[in-house]
């Protein structure tokens, strides 16, 4: 069991330029999930698949954030037009079914961090 | 509009002593609720959770207290130690739709002083 991986970890941008943040999730695990976190506040859910189909979007991934995940395998999160307000903490997570208490646990990757300057 | 509010923002504690971290729910779809452990520079990592079929759940030094009728529950963290020093964070889900959906607290930051 390797975790879920994120890369990069860190990502400095100027304002207005594109980033993609990459998620590979642990194996065999259908659901994926990202989450936003910014200092002080607790992960605040993003979006989520189950396999490659994209289930659902939070009002918070406005029309600049796109999340794909071809095959159902890794993830991308591209973040277009980077504004300051985009700065955070990406996670990424997994689960192998629901993430309730049957004990599909959410597994949380360690972050991407983002500094838009 | 789905919220979990915790408290207290800061603790410190003395090593040996108890931690209490209290949080509460207004939507009572939530049936599943979890409490994350994050040290800096580090995702959440999932330390107990609890559904509210049972008032209490203990595992190791940790236990969760659950009131389902105030819809408040409870971390209690035993004989503290430095190394339980980190940000812990409580959650809440439903099993219908948005299961999937973890609402989190804004975290406690709790400091185990020797």
């Known amino acids: 069991d390797t975790g879920v991986s994120q890369n990069p970890r860190h990502k400095i941008t100027k304002r207005g330029q594109n980033v993609t943040f990459r998620c590979d999730p642990i194996s065999e695990h259908n659901r994926l999930y990202w989450y936003r976190q910014t200092l002080g506040q607790g992960p605040e859910f993003l979006t989520y698949?189950?396999?490659?189909?994209?289930?659902?979007k939070s009002r918070l991934l406005s029309d600049r954030f796109s999340a794909e995940r071809p095959k159902g395998s890794f993830s991308t999160l591209e973040i277009q037009r980077t504004e300051q307000g985009d700065s955070a903490m990406y996670l990424c997570?997994?689960?192998?079914?629901?993430?309730?208490?049957?004990?599909?646990?959410?597994?949380f990757g360690e972050g991407s961090w983002l500094t838009v300057v | 509009q789905q919220q979990v509010k915790q408290s207290p923002q800061s603790l410190i504690v003395q090593k040996g002593g108890i931690s209490i971290i209290n949080c509460a729910y207004e939507n009572t779809a939530f049936d599943y609720f979890p409490w994350y452990q994050q040290f800096p520079g580090k995702g959440p990592a999932l330390l107990i959770a609890i559904r509210p079929d049972v008032s209490e759940k203990k595992e190791g030094r940790f236990t969760i207290s659950f009131n389902k009728s105030a819809k408040q529950f409870s971390l209690h963290i035993m004989d503290s130690q430095p190394g339980d020093s980190a940000t812990y964070f409580c959650a809440a889900s439903g099993s219908g739709a948005g299961s999937y959906q973890l609402t989190f607290g804004k975290g406690t930051k709790l400091s185990v002083i020797p």
């Open positions: 997570a997994s689960s192998l079914g629901a993430g309730d208490f049957s004990g599909n646990t959410i597994y």
């Open positions: 698949f189950q396999n490659e189909a994209q289930l659902e």
